[in-house]
């Protein structure tokens, strides 16, 4: 029996939109860990998705009463499809660790680079998170990691709000900096999540040896951070009608596509200096997976890049996620100005992220800590809403408005 889930369109959009991206976060996290406890998480949303995506088709063709709504709803339509086929994505990636497919010690080594990392808590009966509220608990400050979702049995919780009770056997869902996965672990009651040693396994073989696995490795992360922030940008387009974020998606989609052709051309270099040759078969699973995700992206910017008219619900829903994407502007003699992204350690002070940095018109991609901010340059922010406010005051601006 399904349980209860919101009827209103960009209600279940908005859903829809959060629980893909917390399916990817997990399956990379499943990878990290080597965790088949996380893939089964994944496959346990895929099953709600495709619920949500059959709800979500019916409604939008029964909403069709004209040709012009049709047009309209076909728009719709497409992004739906999209957030199902990443979230197909993400259970291919957390297939990987279910089916064994072999994860080289190289890929774990270098997986933990992200910004923050998503994980999973069981709750202990009379640990110390155990019939307490969100609210008395104040995880965010206390440990790092703010919470994003609560299952109980089949029962999903994707906006956890400060009164809502946490008890034995659920089953919480955090993000936030890696140091923080141990201490929300211990509040659970639940034991210490053994992080790999990406060493292990790689016997005596010389460095040598290794360089064009390195080499696919290396750009299996890029294609992986790439492919996150072409969802990005596709959402901001869609929520700005920026035709000039749609274009670098199809940058960023047309790049990935020759990125995979790269790993491949190493995987198979590779292949022939490795014993254990079917363990590379993970890179390209992880290689396709990632580029399907970039795929989805350019198709979904298709409506702002033919100039065909947004339907309003769908930007409604894409603002009202609970991962938001935000444009703001550096102004002059701000708090911001001059300054480096790491020292100004937005993610820790608000919870937000730089997805991306345009200035003079030209687009920088997950921009590093030594990254210097000037006057002028507009900044594509994600993460949590209530890490709007701040943001903004650092950057001198009032918080834009979607058109």
Known sequence: MRDARPRNLKEMLSEAKNTSELMVDLAYAALF????DFSEEVMRLERRLNDLVFDMRSLAIFAARSHADAEQMAGILQVVQDIEKIGNAANDIAKIVVKKLGIPPELLQDLPAAEEITSRVHIAPESTLDGRSLGELDLPVETGMRP??????????FDPEPEDVLREGDVL??????????????????TPLARPNPHAGNGSAPTDDLSELERAVDLLIEMKNLSEVAVG?????????????????????????????????????????????????????????????ADCAQEMVWIVEKGEE??????????????????????????ADGRTLGSLRIETETGMYALAVNRAGRWTYRPRDTYALRGGDSLLVTGAPEGLEPLADLFGQKLEEPQ
């Open 148 to 157: 994003i979702a609560i299952r109980s049995g089949d029962v999903w919780n």
């Open 233 to 293: 940008l596709a959402y901001s387009a869609l929520l700005y009608y920026d035709a000039g974020l749609a274009r670098e998606v199809v940058a960023i989609e047309d790049e990935m596509d020759e990125m995979r052709y790269r790993i491949e051309r190493w995987v198979l270099l590779a292949a022939r200096r490795i014993e254990d040759a079917p363990r590379l078969r993970g890179i390209l699973h992880l290689a396709t997976a990632s580029e399907t995700i």
């Open 173 to 190: 869902f955090l993000q936030g900096p890696p140091e923080g996965v141990a201490e929300i672990r211990e509040f659970a009651g639940a």
């Open 33 to 36: 860990y080597n965790s088949e």
């Open 310 to 335: 947004v339907h309003p619900v769908l930007s409604a829903a894409v603002g009202e996620s609970d991962e938001i994407v935000l444009k703001l502007t550096v102004s002059p003699g701000s708090p």
